[in-house]
């Protein structure tokens, strides 16, 4: 009998106590808090470090594809129909030579929220070799704005710029900032004028400047953000085409070189 009371006390004696536990259950509660914690810390700091890494390569994809559309924009007319232009005379009453026809007016619509033009930068296996790109700015809820890319088949000058609904719509950009465009036009000598509108012109824009204005400060986010439009004359002009560019004189894109001055006599 002694033996088996000195066994039942061992027995039940054996584990932890009450205050153990909750000791032992404070330390774990603490430690799970303070790993808690930990993650949570670290997991927002990498969400701000890929936000932030997705916001440039985001950028740097825009600039690429504007600049690939800007650069292979085409020098073609927005309808299939010449205007006459009227006759000047000359110095002996008759019609001046090439100035019988106006030249046709160029497909591209630019505004400072909008633009519409065609392009030969063809995105992905089934994109046709020429599309009628539209470039629009959407304002969105909360200040945000966004820049949306979409496009339509270019049927040609006898079907016009608005003949296909754009549609396949990316977003460019997008965020708390203003939008807008500019363009520019080169003279004989290289001075560039920017105007915040291009429609209804017989030739393209030089360069197409991007702006993007914090609406607090007034300060342009984006320095340098201009592409060039390479074409300055449609492809008949390199078959030397008789009549390619009608109303203008010289070869495209030639400066003219001031006269010589007169030698006294």
Known sequence: MAKGGAADEREARAGFTLVETLAALAVAAAIIVGAAELVHHVALYFDRGALGVTEAERFALAMDRLSRDFGAARFVAASAERDERPSEPGPS??????????????????????????????????????EALTLEVE???????????????????????????????VVLLEGRYE???AFARADAFGALTWVDSWTGRTELPRLVRLRLVDPASGANLVVGAEFIVWADAPAACARDAPDCLPGKTGAPGEKKAPPPPEEPT
């Open 93 to 130: 009453g008759a019609a001046r030579k090439g100035d019988e026809k106006k030249a046709r007016v160029i497909a591209f619509e630019g505004a400072s929220e909008r633009i519409v033009f065609v392009s030969g930068s063809a995105v992905g296996a089934r994109a046709a070799p020429e």
């Open 139 to 169: 304002p969105l809820r909360d200040g945000v704005t966004r820049l949306v890319r979409r496009r339509a088949v270019w049927l040609g000058p006898r079907s016009g710029l608005f003949a296909e609904a754009a549609s396949n719509a």
């Open 179 to 181: 939008i807008s465009f």
